[in-house]
């Protein structure tokens, strides 16, 4: 466990600096943007949880985006300096070394996150009534994953590369690919196949549908819709409401529901996967950015 004292210096540097701040101000004014956008008749359909799937677009994007910047040059800007040099002399591994950035990045981030699903319980219950507590101890726990998945992709980037340059364009090219991915991969399906991917009569062909699920983004919202029995979609919940209940509010959103497109949805896309690509994910970014790093000069 050498790597819990770099993991209590990282957290405690990065409290100290504007970046955590920053994106917890993001954070929290996203998530009062999504309290206050919540209109009738969506609390009649997902009751007294309203509010904390209000945070979950905010969720979705701020972590995305934090995790990506406070983590893509947490490495490679110590290289840069040579002050990673005086780590690695310590009796600390390289893996130590990555697990303490990831660990002391994250910690900070989760506090950011609890603390926000707290204050928006508390307003939500004022407002629509007590929400399901197992539900929302599962939302926050998926969302503490995805909080360390996106800080382990940040990381991961930083151990890979060989400046701080690259470190950047790296970063942006995953963040623009991860916010574009479910338009992204329709393109390319139509390009392929010569049909028309569209969202209000998307093709019953579950490579598309299971392609579209694969980014950290798309899996959050899989899974956190699952624990709250939205809907079988990798999208916000209020737009998948109004997919599934037309009656409601006509929506052209790109997001895909599986169960109305399927007779019988193939065990591949069960709501599951979303737990697998989350795990899978850090675990992946993870193990390159380990095996890379022991092999670069420092």
């Not at 466990?1 to 701040?21: C, D, F, I, K, S």
């Not at 300096?81 to 600390?92: S, W, Y």
């Amino acid at each position: 466990m050498t790597w819990v004292p770099l993991a209590r210096r990282e957290a405690y540097v990065r409290v100290r600096t504007l970046g955590v701040w920053g994106i917890a101000v993001l954070l929290f004014f996203w998530a009062s943007s999504g309290f206050r956008g919540i209109r009738e008749p969506i609390p009649a359909v997902v009751g007294p949880d309203a509010a904390v799937l209000a945070l979950q677009g905010a969720i979705g994007n701020s972590v995305l985006i934090g995790g990506l910047i406070l983590g893509h040059r947490a490495v490679i800007d110590e290289r840069t300096t040579g002050a990673i040099r005086l780590t690695a002399a310590m009796p600390h591994t390289r893996r130590d070394i990555l697990l303490g950035k990831v660990a002391g990045l994250t910690v900070p981030f989760l506090a950011v996150v609890g603390v926000c699903i707290g204050v928006v319980t508390v307003a939500g219950s004022v407002t629509y009534g007590l929400p399901s507590p197992l539900r929302l101890v599962g939302f926050a726990l998926v969302s503490w994953l995805y909080v360390c998945l996106c800080v382990g992709i940040g990381v991961a980037i930083s151990a890979v590369v060989s400046s701080s340059l690259r470190a950047t364009l790296a970063m942006l090219l995953v963040l623009v690919v991860t916010l574009f991915w479910r338009p992204l991969v329709s393109r390319v399906y139509t390009l392929l196949t010569g049909i028309a991917a569209s969202p209000l009569d998307p093709p019953a062909n579950g490579l598309l549908f299971l392609f579209r699920r694969l980014d950290p983004r798309s899996a959050y919202y899989l899974v956190t819709n699952w624990i709250y029995d939205i809907g079988n979609a990798p999208g916000q919940y209020d737009i998948v409401v109004r997919k599934l209940h037309p009656s409601i509010d006509a929506v052209y959103a790109d997001v895909y529901v599986a169960g109305p497109t399927f007779d019988s949805v193939p065990l591949y896309l069960s709501q599951a996967v979303g737990i697998v690509v989350l795990v899978g994910g850090l675990l992946v970014s993870l193990g390159i950015a380990t095996r890379r790093f022991q092999q670069v000069d420092l």
